[in-house]
């Protein structure tokens, strides 16, 4: 009778379990991964096969990033990655991880949940391995619950690591969903990142120089509780790496054996990345870009995080002032017909030696019109260097966008519209206003803005309007393939239509009875037209 009051005990168990995780849609996969890392004979999953399927390694320890040398502890911290996901959500049994103990260890990293949630387990992740490595982290959880509330603090330097984690996670996951491997420039500059984080959650009485600091000398806490709120306001996407990571990896161990080999992160650049990061739009900016992005939107725009090749570069890239030309003219004829997402970024700088340059941006849900008043539907803007910040839609008002062009040839307008690019505002009031030559662009208070939220776009904006230089533009189309295909068969149409309107019908001027010339000399010689001297 016990005996099978335990029985059906366990098999209500493993049914919960099951059905929890049949609900995150990786049962099938959770079955082959559990038959190719168990033991037939324990039917238990050995730890260190386990860990081993969550293992990260780095190579060439020496290589440079984007923007610094991989500090010496990076790669320790990494080694002790797979242990730590391990220790977190997987309850071992006798040396081993049951089927029941794996299920629920997936549900609780990769189950749905809310983003605060999703974030606290990253962090425990990063405190744990760190912890293993015998290396300091402020960052302290209650253990006496399993959401326990973070609380400490963290360090610049500790930052910097956290998100170099989260960015190998991404492209190990990238790679092992790709059948061409991505590129990898080795890790990003993410100092924007980094900055965005100091300034948000550092006290304000620490000033410092946005644009002159180094990061491993800023002598600031980012206390817990602030620095969670930053993470989820700005970069909410950034928590959904580790359970995109969890599940890939589960995923590639059940049709391959896992060598360690295959799965190490190289740390040196190739071709495309260093297309990539001759643009405004580099490896790190575009992967800050995209942890405030979703769906196809945050796919396409990691193509340029993770380049395989420079064809996504050459076909995405719409239009760059320095290749191009500077002007409405010429950035209408790169935009004109694209009707996809796209991703504008302006460098500007306020004074005329180039100094402290900004770059910031707007990214908009459909292509550019011809219109002299705004229009759009969703959109975001974005102050990405020398600190990242973002501002979506507040819901009040749809002024998203206002792209003007003066047609050649127009009638009188005692009232006419600017001509040039605008982001927010009003008209006369724009919170962005780049004029047609693309040579000078206005800033206003966000204030005058209810399109998208508060907060400044540049440092120091003040709430006057401010003038800045324009250094350069590029326009990053996100619409995938058939954005871009459309749009070329729209210039192959307008191209004929003005090839067609260019040619001249010989056959009718041949014949001098249909010619104008003989229109004329008619109107000319006719002794019947009514004459002014006549009337």
């Not at 610049?156 to 989260?166: A, F, G, I, K, S």
């Not at 090749?309 to 409405?328: M, R, V």
């Not at 002299?372 to 260097?385: N, T, V």
Request: net charge negative; charged share 20%.
């Amino acid at each position: 009778m016990g005996q099978s009051s335990s029985t059906e005990q366990i098999s209500g168990v493993q049914r919960e379990a099951e059905s929890l995780a049949a609900s995150t849609g990786a049962l099938p996969t959770l079955q082959k991964a559990f038959s190719r890392l168990s033991d037939p004979q324990t039917e238990l999953i050995p730890l260190d096969s386990l860990q081993k399927c969550f293992g990260l390694i780095i190579e060439d320890q020496s290589s440079t990033t984007e923007g610094s040398i991989v500090p010496k502890e990076f790669p320790v911290l990494l080694s002790h990655v797979g242990s730590a996901i391990v220790d977190q959500f997987f309850l071992t049994e006798k040396g081993g991880v049951s089927w029941v103990e794996f299920l629920r260890g997936y549900v609780n990293c990769c189950g749905r949940t809310v983003t605060s949630a999703s974030f606290n387990n990253l962090f425990k992740v990063f405190v744990i391995a760190h912890n293993k490595a015998g290396l300091p982290v402020g960052l302290q959880f209650d253990s006496a619950e399993d959401d326990g509330k973070m609380s400490g603090s963290l360090l610049p330097t500790d930052l910097v690591m956290l998100l170099w984690m989260c960015w190998i996670m991404s492209w190990d996951s990238r790679k092992l969903q790709s059948s061409t491997s991505p590129g990898s420039s080795g890790l990003p500059d993410i100092h924007h990142l980094v900055l965005s984080a100091v300034e948000s959650c550092a006290e304000s009485s620490n000033k410092f120089d946005l644009w002159n600091s180094r990061i491993s000398g800023l002598d600031v806490q980012l206390l817990a509780a602030k620095f969670h709120i930053w993470a989820v306001k700005t970069v909410p996407y950034l928590a959904h790496c580790l359970a995109h990571f969890v599940y890939t990896r589960l995923g590639y161990f059940t049709t391959h054996e896992g060598k360690s080999e295959d799965l190490c992160f190289p740390v040196h650049a190739n071709s495309a990345a260093e297309v990539c990061n001759t643009h405004l739009l580099t490896c790190g900016r575009a992967w800050a870009v995209s942890l405030t992005l979703s769906g196809t939107l945050n796919e396409e725009i990691l193509k340029a995080c993770f380049p395989s090749e420079t064809d996504w570069i050459c076909e995405n890239l719409l239009y760059k002032s320095s290749l191009h030309g500077k002007g409405l003219n010429r950035f209408w004829s790169h935009v004109e017909g694209y009707n996809g997402p796209v991703l504008v970024l302006i460098a500007a700088c306020k004074n005329d030696n180039n100094e402290r340059r900004s770059i910031f941006g707007a990214l908009t849900h459909q292509g550019f019109e011809n219109r002299d008043a705004f229009y759009g539907s969703s959109g975001s803007l974005y102050a990405i260097d020398p600190v990242f910040r973002v501002y979506l839609s507040s819901g009040r008002e749809k002024n998203f966008v206002y792209s003007h062009l003066h047609p050649t040839m127009r009638a009188y307008d005692p009232h006419p519209k600017p001509a040039g690019i605008a982001f927010g505002g009003s008209i006369g009031n724009e919170r962005i206003l780049m004029d047609e030559d693309f040579v000078r662009v206005t800033f206003r208070h966000h204030a005058v803005d209810k399109t998208y939220q508060h907060g400044p776009l540049i440092p120091d904006q003040g709430f006057l309007p401010l003038e800045a230089s324009v250094l350069e533009v590029e326009v990053w189309g996100l619409g995938g393939r058939t954005a871009k295909e459309v749009q070329n068969s729209y210039k192959k149409r307008e191209e004929l239509f003005t090839e067609q309107r260019r040619k001249v019908d010989l056959k009718t001027f041949g014949n001098w009875e249909d010619s104008p010339e003989k229109m004329m000399m008619d109107m000319v010689s006719d002794p019947n037209i009514v004459r002014r001297e006549d009337r």
